[in-house]
């Protein structure tokens, strides 16, 4: 199974660079950026001030920052406000560019990805928009539940490196594996293809959680440079918007390629197993 899976990866990051879908990133692009500064601008200061007033009710770290200011590092404290809102923030953002890019770009990307390389493969139509919205919206909470208990694991600077992108990743696995079979497969074959590839599919999340880190890095930068705010915002979501997309190409082609290496392998088993055709007998010649 690793060769398909490699072999999917390329296609998927070929596909990238098609012009439709750098165009449908900036849709979501547009909508999350819209949000993000329609909410700073109204909530930013609040929520930092609300930080800040929560970590001064704290003996112990009003303690440690008055040390600090004694040794001559007191502007950490007007930094850690900014800090902490970034980084609940985060989940939130990841979340939204997922859901995003699995109802804004998905369906058309998984079209691109049927017309060019699956021209003949039938669309049996096996999900619903009611089936993806239950699955969409049940795993979200089931996501988000686990975030918010697993919050103390995110200080250990080892598991928050681990925690968080594994969420994310069977996050992207069960809303992707329905998403990208609901057009072309029936229900049997779905449920078919996750019980064979499960693990690979699984991997697929994983792989996009991670990959899905990297925009933190453009956060990081952001928790120097402050100022730069507005313009890094806009990065990290794009970066957000491209992995997602990426993931649904990648899991486009894996399963699509899945799909029909499943129906020619049950074609290939009826035809062994149906009976030969009795013969027709031939007219008697006239007495």
């Known amino acids: 199974m690793v060769r398909p899976l490699f072999d999917s990866f390329w296609r998927a990051a070929a596909y990238c660079l098609h012009p439709k879908v ?13 949000l993000s500064f329609t909410l700073g601008y109204f909530f930013w200061e609040p929520a930092i001030d609300g930080v800040r007033s929560l970590l001064d009710s704290w003996d112990l770290l009003r303690a440690l920052f008055d040390w600090l200011a004694s040794l001559g590092a007191g502007n950490l404290k007007s930094v850690i406000g900014p800090l902490v809102v970034i980084f609940l923030a985060t989940p939130v953002l990841v979340l939204l560019s997922l859901l995003a890019v699995a109802t ?3 369906p058309a990307m998984l079209n691109l990805v049927a017309a060019r390389r699956f021209p003949l493969l039938e669309r049996r139509r096996g999900g619903t928009f009611l089936g993806s919205l239950a699955v969409n919206l049940g795993s979200t909470v ?3 539940l686990a975030l918010v208990v697993s ?12 925690v968080p992108p594994l969420i994310w990743g069977w996050l992207t696995y069960r809303v992707m594996s329905y998403d990208v079979l609901a057009e072309h497969a ?10 064979r590839h499960r693990l690979s599919l699984l991997g697929l999340g994983l792989a996009t959680g991670y990959l899905g880190a990297l925009p933190s890095l453009v956060w990081a930068s952001g928790l120097v440079f402050l100022a730069l705010a507005p313009l890094l915002v806009p990065v990290a979501i794009w970066i957000y918007t491209l992995v997602f997309a990426f993931s ?8 699509l390629a899945a799909l029909a290496a499943l129906r020619t392998e049950q074609q290939r088993a009826a035809a062994v197993v ?11 010649p006239p007495a």
Do not use: K, N, Q
């Open 22 to 34: 750098i165009a449908l990133s900036l849709l979501p692009l547009a909508l999350l950026v819209g």
């Open 142 to 144: 089931v996501a988000l």
């Open 186 to 195: 029936t229900r049997e074959e779905r449920r078919e293809l996750v019980r």
């Open 104 to 106: 804004m770009m998905t």
């Open 151 to 162: 919050i103390p694991l995110w200080f250990l600077p080892l598991l928050v490196l681990v």
């Open 248 to 255: 649904s190409l990648w899991f486009a082609h894996f399963a």
């Open 274 to 284: 149906a009976p030969p055709p009795e013969p027709v007998p031939l007219p008697l």
